[in-house]
Every structure is written in structure tokens, then in C-alpha cells.
Nanobody, 130 residues
Framework: QVQLVESGGGSVAPGDSLSISCAVS????????MGWFRQAPGKEREFVAF????????YYSDSVKGRFTISRDNAKNTVYLQMNSVRPEDTAVYYC???????????????????????WGQGTQVTVSS
């Protein structure tokens, strides 16, 4: 059974840093690209960051580019999201997701929509407030 379990969420002040992680089991982790999404109250789920199967290629939404860093450790079956200089508008439930779409193909596929992902975690709350 595939499981994605996020951890590390919490409450932080604006300008602080926070790191969240997602442990994956039940699949061969390196066969999947990973993404982070978030959903704020009353808003649709939105793409945050993408990392390919090897970890060498990443992609970010404009709203977090330069502040957030996605990474993965294939030996630990874990993907991370380092969030720096957080803002109140970063407040949301953060979800990790896994996709096998185009993984290891000739042309790398950068998956930025929810529909492209096959497996999801349960989410972890991040609250940014003074």
C-alpha cells in the first residue's frame, strides 16, 4: 500500500523558516517525481514545487521561488520542503504528491497540476502569523 506521510508543520512568525518532510513507502521512490501543493481556507489547491526522480531538477511557483527549496533523499524515501522568509499568505495545508508521469523519459515532464499526480499525503498545517 502506497503511503505518503507529511510531518514538520506548525506555527511560525513572518520571516521565519520551517522545514516540512514527506516519507514515502509502498513504492519504489526513485521511480517517482515529487511535488508539493498547498491549500488555504476557501481557496483551491495550488502547486508549490516539483523535483524530478533524481533530485537534480526542480521547479517552483512564482509565489515561492527564491524562498522555498524542494529536495529529496532517495536513500531515505523522503522529500523535503525548506521554507524561508515565510509570509502570512503561505498559511495553508501542505500536501506532498507522487507522479510517475514521464519519469525517466527522454523529455522530463514537470508536473504542476493535481491531476498529474497519482498518490497524495494527508497534509500538514503550516500557519504563519505574528
Amino acid at each position: 500500500q502506497v503511503q505518503l506521510v507529511e510531518s514538520g508543520g506548525g506555527s511560525v512568525a513572518p520571516g521565519d523558516s520551517l522545514s516540512i518532510s514527506c516519507a514515502v513507502s509502498g513504492v519504489t521512490f526513485s521511480n517517482y517525481a515529487m511535488g508539493w501543493f498547498r491549500q488555504a481556507p476557501g481557496k483551491e489547491r495550488e502547486f508549490v514545487a516539483f523535483v524530478n526522480w533524481s533530485g537534480r531538477n526542480t521547479y517552483y511557483s512564482d509565489s515561492v521561488k527564491g524562498r522555498f527549496t524542494i529536495s529529496r533523499d532517495n536513500a531515505k524515501n523522503t522529500v523535503y520542503l525548506q521554507m524561508n522568509s515565510v509570509r502570512p499568505e503561505d498559511t495553508a495545508v501542505y500536501y506532498c504528491a507522487a507522479t510517475s508521469k514521464g519519469v525517466k523519459g527522454i523529455v522530463m515532464v514537470i508536473a504542476t497540476t493535481s491531476e498529474e499526480y497519482e498518490h497524495w499525503g494527508q497534509g500538514t498545517q503550516v500557519t504563519v502569523s505574528s
